[in-house]
């Protein structure tokens, strides 16, 4: 991107009017290059999106804007939101990689247990970077200030999840949010 003279405030235009496909950072479903794309000074800055659900164990507590106060002041932008329920099959679905697992039974149990809140975050090196402020899955081993330490009960209600590479983070995002409702 290096030479980019735009900016996501200089490229305002009309609601309805779509951007040549040939502009930088153009992806489907955003209007104009995201914030974060236009803050990125060069290529060595990797955007990426990562999924993240807050879990039934902080919903029922009312955490949801105080997680999101702290993913948002490390930086990442979110770009998709909705509160749903979701069912049983979906739940087991997602955490599929785990059926195998003792605790499968009670995971797929407890995320049906309430509403759960599933956004699509975007930053500088997100995955990564979301996987460090969420903190270890047992909050008695995070570290000081992560989500987890800071307000997750157990190693199975830990509050919030979020995707572990790229390739699972493009297809946990497909699982809930279609193109156009991601707006960076
Ligand atoms: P997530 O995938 O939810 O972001 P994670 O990647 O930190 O969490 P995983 O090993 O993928 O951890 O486990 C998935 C989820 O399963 C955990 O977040 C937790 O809710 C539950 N879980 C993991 N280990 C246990 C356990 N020993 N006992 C009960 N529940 C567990
Ligand atoms: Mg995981």
Redesign the pocket.
């Known amino acids: 991107m290096a030479g980019w003279m735009f900016t996501a405030r200089s490229l305002q235009q009309p609601a309805g009017i779509l951007p040549p496909r040939c502009l930088p950072g153009y992806k489907p479903g955003n209007a104009f290059p995201s914030p974060a794309y236009a803050e990125a000074k060069d290529d060595s800055m990797a955007i990426e999106r990562t999924f993240s659900?807050i879990?039934p164990d902080a919903t029922a507590r009312n955490l949801t804007g105080a997680i999101n106060a702290m993913i948002e002041q490390a930086g990442l932008r979110i770009v998709a939101q909705k509160r749903v329920r979701i069912t049983r099959e979906q739940a087991q679905t997602f955490?599929a990689?785990?059926r195998e697992?003792p605790?499968f039974g009670?995971?797929v149990d407890?995320m049906i247990s309430g509403p759960v809140v599933v956004q699509v975050l975007e930053g500088e090196n997100a995955i990564a970077k979301y996987r460090d402020i969420?903190g270890?899955?047992d909050p008695a081993k995070a570290a000081p200030g992560t989500i987890r330490k800071t307000h997750s009960k157990s190693?199975?209600?830990?509050s919030?999840?979020?995707s572990?590479a790229a390739a699972t983070a493009a297809v946990e995002i497909a699982q809930f949010f279609s193109g156009n409702e991601i707006v960076g």
Do not use: C, P, Q, W
């Open positions: 659900i879990k955490y990689v785990h697992r605790f009670e995971l407890f969420m270890a899955t190693i199975g209600e830990n919030v999840h979020g572990d």
